[in-house]
């Protein structure tokens, strides 16, 4: 399972670096993951939504000194940006005087990216892991309409399928609570209505002065609340392949809730059928697809998609030491390629031709393109990367 080989992961990075970032969404299962590393390691917990645990780090430099030969977890870290410098002191500190260092596994709700404290205290001293949710080979291909449906957060996972109020509620503490405590003055309602209309223009080049107009807004502030849900890892910007063909690029980047049970649950569909006669249907899948793909992939693949001013376009491109994969996905179990797919190829020159479908078989087609699930793209890809 890749939970395993994760843990297995993280397990190797605590003992080549002084701190591990564990990066994800709020429920993806980081603290979990946590504890059972903990079970194997002598270790202490801080929790910093936890009243008794902050007080605990009132002097935070004494309290390390207390366990500097211990495994210090601290949960929801971005609510004490103030404490990278003091573990950079405390890291450096302890390799002076020994030859072993106090080891931190820090977790986080949001990006590296929004937790720059990190990067510039601990530059050198930290790695980085982030958790998705449970992707389609962690739960098996039979289940794959359910994960697509309710998406991999583990608890809307296992609740029935039109049980929306796991989900709700996730939104809802995102939108009264934990945006707010990141210092973001943005009404609720408004960030809601956002958020929903990215799940409405699912896989579309974003367009920061139609989503302006339709709010009310700026084009400037449409931008910055997308720059925010990219940080807290809820929404993805793919962006635009740019080479030296002589073809007119979009640059424009494509933008999707990545989770496909929080796309479902802003649009209010609740049962696979409802999903499947819905107009975001093959955006959604898309989107699924997507995330799926990349959540077995390690730090060093580079994700895009192409497509030229006049529509021509491939849905996703890995880039990665000599590789270019160029990726269709299509929700049928007998796909059918545009004209545009293969100019697109022609242009690029990929080294593998890829097109993801709903069915179960994989075969070849002209040109050298193979259709194959899901599942098979993703067991062929870990085959890749461990090359």
């Given at each position: 399972?890749l939970?395993?080989?994760?843990?297995?992961?993280?397990?190797?990075?605590?003992?080549?670096?002084?701190?591990?970032?564990?990066?994800?969404?709020?429920?993806?299962?980081?603290?979990?993951?946590?504890?059972?590393?903990?079970?194997?390691?002598?270790?202490?917990?801080?929790?910093?939504?936890?009243?008794?645990?902050?007080?605990?780090?009132?002097?935070?430099?004494y309290?390390f000194?207390?366990?500097?030969?211990?495994?210090?977890?601290?949960?929801?870290?971005?609510?004490?940006?103030?404490?990278?410098?003091?573990?950079?002191?405390?890291?450096?500190?302890?390799?002076?005087?020994?030859?072993?260092?106090?080891?931190?596994?820090?977790?986080?709700?949001?990006?590296?990216?929004?937790?720059?404290?990190?990067?510039?205290?601990?530059?050198?001293?930290?790695?980085?892991?982030?958790?998705?949710p449970?992707?389609?080979?962690?739960?098996?291909?039979?289940?794959?309409?359910?994960?697509?449906?309710?998406?991999?957060?583990?608890?809307?996972?296992?609740n029935?399928?039109?049980?929306?109020s796991?989900?709700?509620?996730f939104?809802r503490?995102?939108?009264?609570?934990?945006?707010?405590?990141?210092?973001?003055?943005?009404?609720?309602?408004?960030?809601?209505r956002?958020?929903?209309?990215?799940?409405?223009?699912?896989?579309?080049?974003?367009?920061?002065?139609?989503m302006?107009?339709?709010?009310?807004?700026?084009?400037?502030?449409?931008?910055?609340?997308?720059?925010?849900?990219?940080d807290?890892?809820?929404?993805?910007?793919?962006r635009?392949?740019?080479?030296?063909?002589?073809?007119?690029?979009?640059?424009?980047?494509?933008t999707?809730?990545?989770?496909?049970?929080l796309?479902?649950?802003?649009?209010?569909?609740?049962?696979?059928?409802?999903l499947?006669?819905?107009?975001?249907s093959?955006?959604?899948?898309e989107?699924?697809?997507?995330?799926?793909?990349?959540?077995?992939?390690?730090?060093?693949?580079?994700?895009?998609?192409?497509r030229?001013?006049?529509?021509?376009?491939?849905?996703?491109?890995l880039?990665?030491?000599?590789?270019?994969?160029?990726?269709?996905?299509?929700?049928?179990?007998?796909?059918?390629?545009?004209k545009?797919?293969?100019?697109?190829?022609?242009?690029?020159?990929?080294?593998?031709?890829?097109?993801?479908?709903?069915?179960?078989?994989?075969?070849?087609?002209?040109?050298?393109?193979?259709?194959?699930?899901?599942?098979?793209?993703?067991?062929?890809?870990?085959?890749?990367?461990?090359?």
């Amino acid at each position: 399972m890749l939970e395993r080989q994760l843990y297995s992961k993280i397990h190797s990075q605590l003992k080549k670096s002084a701190a591990v970032a564990l990066l994800g969404p709020r429920q993806v299962g980081k603290t979990t993951l946590a504890h059972k590393i903990s079970d194997k390691l002598e270790s202490i917990y801080i929790d910093l939504e936890d009243p008794r645990d902050i007080q605990k780090l009132g002097d935070p430099s004494y309290y390390f000194d207390q366990y500097a030969d211990r495994l210090i977890i601290i949960d929801e870290v971005q609510r004490r940006p103030d404490l990278f410098p003091i573990l950079r002191s405390q890291i450096d500190r302890n390799r002076r005087n020994s030859h072993t260092f106090s080891q931190f596994l820090l977790l986080g709700s949001a990006s590296n990216e929004l937790l720059n404290q990190s990067s510039e205290s601990l530059a050198g001293r930290i790695s980085y892991q982030e958790l998705f949710p449970l992707n389609l080979l962690e739960v098996n291909q039979e289940n794959e309409g359910a994960l697509w449906l309710r998406g991999g957060f583990p608890e809307a996972y296992v609740n029935d399928d039109n049980d929306l109020s796991w989900r709700l509620d996730f939104i809802r503490t995102y939108l009264e609570r934990d945006i707010p405590m990141l210092g973001m003055r943005v009404p609720a309602e408004t960030l809601q209505r956002f958020w929903t209309m990215l799940a409405h223009n699912q896989g579309q080049l974003f367009n920061a002065a139609q989503m302006a107009g339709s709010l009310g807004i700026s084009g400037q502030s449409a931008s910055r609340y997308l720059d925010l849900m990219v940080d807290l890892m809820l929404v993805r910007k793919l962006r635009p392949w740019h080479t030296n063909t002589k073809k007119r690029l979009v640059k424009s980047a494509k933008t999707y809730v990545r989770d496909s049970g929080l796309v479902h649950a802003l649009l209010n569909i609740s049962t696979y059928d409802g999903l499947l006669g819905h107009p975001v249907s093959g955006n959604s899948w898309e989107g699924f697809v997507i995330e799926n793909i990349l959540s077995i992939c390690p730090r060093n693949v580079d994700a895009y998609f192409y497509r030229t001013a006049t529509g021509v376009e491939i849905d996703l491109l890995l880039s990665f030491a000599d590789e270019l994969i160029a990726i269709e996905i299509k929700r049928s179990s007998s796909p059918t390629l545009s004209k545009g797919f293969h100019i697109a190829c022609e242009d690029i020159n990929p080294t593998s031709k890829w097109v993801v479908h709903l069915g179960g078989d994989e075969y070849k087609l002209p040109n050298e393109i193979t259709v194959l699930s899901l599942e098979k793209i993703m067991q062929k890809l870990i085959v890749m990367f461990q090359k």
